[in-house]
């Protein structure tokens, strides 16, 4: 593969964003690469002819957030619960292809999710903080289930401070609340309904309380 023709290719990306963490959209890629994922911030792209690597192109408007995860990167180091990142070039990084669902993609196809994942992102955060980042902004969309173990992308807002409880509300939910789901599909729908109404609450509240949360959402849907 000449990487001249993919980075030639990876120019003629284009997309849209938006404020407020909206999805990306107006999507333009050459046919010669293959859309692997989108965010609110970039996307994934892979070139088929090395589909060891993909390339996670950054929005014009938002490549302080790629400098965010390259620094991230560097410092993290070598690890076996994160993706692996090769290199940095102006609007994107060189990162290594993860197989696997992610964890959103588990409740939407009924897989089922074990304890070991919740291990396994501990153990991520810990060695995280061990070499001086700060683990956040870890959801469902950026870990993936690989053989019954935990693989974490996107740690772009490794670099920032403070904490968004985020994961620490998806345990909390998982131990009271996935044994009554464990095994289901779950619409997209409903993900996307509850997500917003997560966000939503948790922005307004100064305590967010995950069982009252939780207690809400079964009343809703059992009406």
């Given at each position: 593969m000449s990487i001249t023709t993919?980075?030639?290719?990876?120019?003629?990306?284009?997309?849209?964003?938006?404020?407020?963490?909206?999805?990306v959209t107006d999507i333009s890629i050459p046919p010669?690469?293959?859309?692997?994922?989108?965010?609110?911030?970039?996307?994934?792209?892979?070139?088929?002819?090395?589909?060891?690597?993909?390339?996670?192109?950054?929005?014009?408007?938002?490549?302080w957030k790629k400098e965010?995860?390259?620094?991230?990167?560097?410092?993290?180091?070598?690890?076996?619960?994160?993706?692996?990142?090769?290199?940095?070039e102006?609007?994107?990084?060189?990162?290594?292809?993860?197989?696997?669902?992610t964890l959103l993609e588990c409740l939407e196809q009924g897989v089922e999710i074990p304890e070991q994942v919740l291990e396994d992102v501990d153990e991520a955060r810990s060695y995280a903080r061990s070499v001086g980042l700060n683990p956040r902004d870890i959801h469902l969309k950026n870990v993936f289930l690989q053989e019954?173990?935990?693989?974490?992308?996107?740690?772009?807002?490794?670099?920032?401070?403070?904490?968004?409880?985020?994961?620490?509300?998806?345990?909390e939910?998982?131990?009271?609340?996935?044994?009554?789901?464990?095994?289901?599909?779950?619409?997209?729908?409903?993900?996307?309904?509850?997500?917003k109404l997560y966000l939503d609450q948790n922005g307004k509240k100064k305590s967010f309380s995950v069982s009252e949360f939780g207690k809400r959402l079964f009343r809703l849907f059992s009406a």
């Open positions: 993919t980075v030639a290719l990876l120019k003629k990306v284009s997309f849209r964003v938006f404020p407020k963490n909206l999805p010669e690469l293959r859309l692997i994922g989108t965010g609110t911030d970039a996307i994934v792209v892979q070139d088929p002819r090395d589909t060891s690597v993909v390339y996670k192109l950054f929005h014009p408007d938002r490549l965010n995860e390259w620094k991230s990167y560097q410092q993290l180091g070598e690890s076996s619960y994160f993706a692996k990142c090769y290199g940095s102006d609007n994107y990084l060189i990162l290594s292809y993860e197989s696997g669902l019954g173990r935990a693989k974490l992308i996107d740690i772009s807002e490794y670099v920032i401070p403070g904490n968004d409880y985020r994961w620490d509300h998806l345990v939910g998982y131990r009271q609340f996935y044994p009554l789901i464990r095994g289901m599909k779950i619409p997209k729908w409903m993900i996307e309904y509850v997500k």
